[in-house]
């Protein structure tokens, strides 16, 4: 049995016995019960070691502690206590505690000491180690035991979690320039070949070769160096990958561009700051090479090849004058009547979606391996957008936030969000997600960003409304995140492109709304 997630409950060291009597009869769980007063529960749990402070979903950022049947019905403490804390309705019901990791990156030890009362006496214990804080997100860890709780208190011992991560391993074709840091992306997967929900901070990186060329960084990325082939594992909850290539490149002088579809104007724009500069235009109106008719969707790949979702067609093209212009467009049996999102993986796989054919993804631009992205919950999937560990992000219908497990048809979670006057949105017209893995979407009917923790839609927050000024919005349809987590808006109706530094707006930058030439812009991307 893998030791993946070691915790002690140390006496359950039950502090004092406080004297209260319980009332009811002992649960389902109950294997021999002792005398019927209570006692607050106390015990420890050691978190493993992880790459970084806590930023981001991983492999047990929190615990839920049931204890079948031995919940009393009598709270102890002050009012300072918040409201979840007070006991059950009933005793016999079950003893439920959930702890979170706190923001040490290294090995720790949490005490914790509930706020309920427990009835003294031998009972079954489980604890679920979650890859979410607060008791959500996938079960990374499972432990049994039965417990004696006594009033004076005593060594439970060590209780041995079993993992369910089975294996690791790193996405090949990944690379970095020099003087950048990138996170390594990876997946993890249990002993059936599901995918797990664990990201960056739950995984050691080691260099094993090539560490003159690239180097750890104190946050669990790597770091480039000189230009070259290194290689590395990545290790999640004992589990280690085959080392894998990782190469560094030669560093790009002119830094990130930003990329945008005006679509009212039929053309390909790109500067390289808010304040415009260095601006190229690329395109005229039409059909052909060099031509577009709405383009409503804009993708860069690992190369710096553009991606456009064009009417009916996707084109690629290799720089901002068009080389090497290469459009996909379906079949004839299975033609594409408006390609209206287009997004790219870690390895430059291909996501789109298509009026009347839902979304779908292919290997490259001549169609290869293409398949549908299909479920049987998933209806109307109006885009998907992919992380790093390949789970896919995505808009069912109008108002429902999905994620997709793994393809073609794997587990499907959705959250409908509750926006503000208490009513679901009208249109979420767009998601992306920041460098923690927060989702964040627009909202182009309540003229809004928003940000949640991850799909169960913890930690909501919004920003913006309708109107033409500062913090305000007039039909954003596009979000995206820089290397710095700024959040970048297209703002449609207004023709212009919003900058704000976090959830509070500051420093609110626009590029457009009659400062340049933008028409109806409809996406954008930074590369």
């Given at each position: 049995?893998?030791?993946?997630?070691?915790?002690?409950?140390?006496?359950?060291?039950?502090?004092?016995?406080?004297?209260?009597?319980?009332?009811?009869?002992?649960?389902?769980?109950?294997?021999?019960?002792?005398?019927?007063?209570?006692?607050?529960?106390?015990?420890?749990?050691?978190?493993?070691?992880?790459?970084?402070?806590?930023?981001?979903?991983?492999?047990a950022?929190?615990?839920?502690?049931?204890?079948?049947?031995?919940?009393?019905?009598?709270?102890?403490?002050?009012?300072?206590?918040?409201?979840?804390?007070?006991?059950?309705?009933?005793?016999?019901?079950?003893?439920?505690?959930?702890?979170?990791?706190?923001?040490?990156?290294?090995?720790?030890?949490?005490?914790?000491?509930?706020?309920?009362?427990?009835?003294?006496?031998?009972?079954?214990?489980?604890?679920?180690?979650?890859?979410?804080?607060?008791?959500?997100?996938?079960?990374?860890?499972?432990?049994?035991?039965?417990?004696?709780?006594?009033?004076d208190?005593?060594?439970?011992?060590?209780?041995?979690?079993?993992?369910?991560?089975?294996?690791?391993?790193?996405?090949?074709?990944?690379?970095?320039?020099?003087?950048?840091?990138?996170?390594?992306?990876?997946?993890?997967?249990?002993?059936?070949?599901?995918?797990?929900?664990?990201?960056?901070?739950?995984?050691?990186?080691?260099?094993?070769?090539?560490?003159?060329?690239?180097?750890?960084?104190?946050?669990?990325?790597?770091?480039?160096?000189?230009?070259?082939t290194?290689?590395?594992?990545?290790?999640?909850?004992?589990?280690?990958?085959?080392?894998?290539?990782?190469?560094?490149?030669?560093?790009?002088?002119?830094g990130?561009h930003?990329?945008?579809?005006?679509t009212?104007?039929?053309?390909?724009?790109?500067?390289?700051?808010?304040?415009?500069?260095?601006?190229?235009?690329?395109?005229?109106?039409?059909?052909?090479?060099?031509?577009?008719?709405?383009?409503?969707?804009?993708?860069?790949?690992?190369?710096?090849?553009?991606?456009?979702?064009?009417?009916?067609?996707?084109?690629?093209?290799?720089?901002?004058?068009?080389?090497?212009?290469?459009?996909?467009?379906?079949?004839?049996?299975?033609?594409?009547?408006?390609?209206?999102?287009?997004?790219?993986?870690?390895?430059?796989?291909?996501?789109?979606?298509?009026?009347?054919?839902?979304?779908?993804?292919?290997?490259?631009?001549?169609?290869?391996?293409?398949?549908?992205?299909?479920?049987?919950?998933?209806?109307?999937?109006?885009?998907?957008?992919?992380?790093?560990?390949?789970?896919?992000?995505?808009?069912?219908?109008?108002?429902?936030?999905?994620?997709?497990?793994?393809?073609?048809?794997?587990?499907?979670?959705?959250?409908?969000?509750?926006?503000?006057?208490?009513?679901?949105?009208?249109?979420?017209?767009?998601?992306?997600?920041?460098?923690?893995?927060?989702?964040?979407?627009?909202?182009?009917?309540?003229?809004?960003?928003?940000?949640?923790?991850?799909?169960?839609?913890?930690?909501?927050?919004?920003?913006?409304?309708?109107?033409?000024?500062?913090?305000?919005?007039?039909?954003?349809?596009?979000?995206?995140?820089?290397?710095?987590?700024?959040?970048?808006v297209?703002?449609?109706?207004?023709?212009?492109?919003?900058r704000?530094?976090?959830?509070?707006?500051?420093?609110?930058?626009?590029?457009g709304?009659?400062?340049e030439?933008?028409?109806?812009?409809?996406?954008?991307?930074?590369?």
């Open positions: 049995m893998d030791r993946l997630r070691r915790f002690w409950l140390l006496g359950v060291c039950l502090l004092a016995a406080w004297g209260l009597t319980a009332c009811g009869s002992g649960g389902n769980g109950k294997i021999s019960k002792s005398v019927a007063t209570s006692t607050p529960v106390t015990f420890d749990i050691q978190w493993d070691q992880r790459s970084r402070a806590i930023h981001a979903p991983a492999s950022l929190s615990a839920v502690v049931t204890i079948y049947g031995a919940n009393a019905p009598v709270h102890f403490g002050n009012g300072d206590l918040p409201s979840a804390a007070s006991a059950g309705t009933s005793a016999g019901s079950d003893f439920v505690s959930i702890v979170n990791r706190g923001d040490s990156p290294a090995a720790t030890t949490t005490t914790f000491t509930s706020y309920t009362l427990a009835l003294l006496g031998t009972w079954n214990m489980t604890v679920e180690f979650h890859a979410l804080k607060d008791g959500v997100g996938e079960i990374v860890g499972v432990a049994h035991k039965q417990v004696t709780l006594k009033s208190g005593n060594d439970i011992g060590e209780i041995a979690a079993t993992g369910v991560v089975a294996s690791a391993s790193v996405l090949p074709g990944q690379s970095v320039q020099v003087g950048q840091a990138e996170d390594v992306a990876f997946s993890a997967l249990d002993a059936s070949g599901k995918l797990i929900a664990v990201t960056q901070g739950s995984a050691l990186v080691t260099v094993t070769a090539g560490g003159d060329k690239l180097q750890l960084t104190n946050y669990g990325e790597v770091k480039g160096l000189a230009v070259g290194a290689s590395l594992t990545v290790t999640v909850d004992g589990k280690t990958s085959p080392p894998v290539p990782f190469t560094v490149t030669p560093s790009n002088p002119e990130p930003i990329y945008i579809a005006d009212g104007n039929n053309r390909i724009v790109r500067i390289d700051d808010m304040t415009g500069s260095k601006r190229m235009v690329f395109g005229t109106t039409g059909y052909g090479v060099g031509q577009f008719q709405g383009p409503c969707a804009i993708a860069v790949d690992s190369q710096g090849r553009i991606y456009i979702a064009d009417s009916f067609r996707i084109v690629r093209m290799d720089d901002m004058y068009g080389t090497n212009w290469t459009t996909y467009s379906g079949t004839n049996a299975n033609p594409y009547y408006t390609v209206t999102k287009i997004a790219l993986d870690t390895q430059d796989h291909i996501y789109f979606t298509a009026r009347r054919s839902n979304s779908w993804r292919m290997d490259d631009m001549t169609g290869k391996n293409l398949i549908p992205i299909q479920n049987s919950q998933l209806d109307a999937l109006r885009e998907t957008v992919p992380d790093a560990q390949l789970h896919l992000y995505g808009v069912n219908g109008n108002d429902v936030l999905v994620r997709l497990g793994s393809l073609p048809n794997g587990s499907v979670q959705s959250y409908e969000p509750v926006w503000p006057q208490g009513s679901a949105p009208n249109q979420i017209t767009d998601v992306t997600h920041d460098s923690r893995n927060a989702l964040i979407l627009v909202d182009s009917t309540q003229d809004i960003v928003a940000r949640i923790n991850n799909i169960s839609g913890a930690n909501y927050v919004s920003f913006g409304g309708p109107g033409t000024g500062t913090n305000q919005f007039g039909e954003p349809i596009c979000v995206v995140t820089d290397a710095q987590d700024r959040i970048y297209v703002d449609s109706r207004l023709n212009r492109i919003v704000i530094d976090d959830m509070q707006g500051h420093n609110w930058t626009t590029y709304g009659g400062n030439p933008l028409n109806g812009p409809s996406s954008m991307c930074i590369h």
